[in-house]
């Protein structure tokens, strides 16, 4: 059994690769506005991921309070990027699923992995 922390580890560079990997099909299909929807769900995965992390780490009554703005906050700034930059909401929410991306590859993992040792 693989240690919390790599699995952490992992899973944030998973959702920054997947990011990347998607934001660079996109802007080769459909241009730099499409590229950059995609990076700036990725962001927003990525924020909140780590905010979801910390509070299930640490759990404190005040992060437990905050935890429940965290959609509140994440779409307020997705709203804000869609109005400001224009991007497509298509490309924001293929952005979004960059975790989901990065937690599959981290099954998959787990699964060779627990093979192996």
Do not use: C, H
């Not at 998973?14 to 929807?37: E, K, P, Q, R, Y």
């Not at 905050?66 to 109005?83: D, F, N, P, S, T």
Request: charged share 10%; net charge positive; aromatic share 12%.
């Amino acid at each position: 059994m693989t240690d919390y922390a790599g699995l952490v580890r992992r899973l944030e560079w998973g959702i920054a690769g997947w990011g990347v990997v998607f934001a660079a099909v996109a802007g080769m299909g459909w241009g730099g506005l499409a590229a950059l929807g995609v990076a700036m769900g990725a962001g927003a995965a990525w924020a909140n991921f780590r905010w979801l992390e910390r509070a299930f780490a640490r759990p404190e009554p005040a992060s437990a309070g905050l935890l429940g703005l965290r959609l509140a906050v994440l779409g307020a700034v997705g709203y804000v990027m869609l109005k400001v930059f224009a991007v497509t909401p298509v490309t924001f929410l293929v952005g979004l699923l960059t975790a989901a991306a990065a937690a599959l590859g981290e099954a998959l993992y787990q699964l060779i992995y627990a093979r192996i040792s």
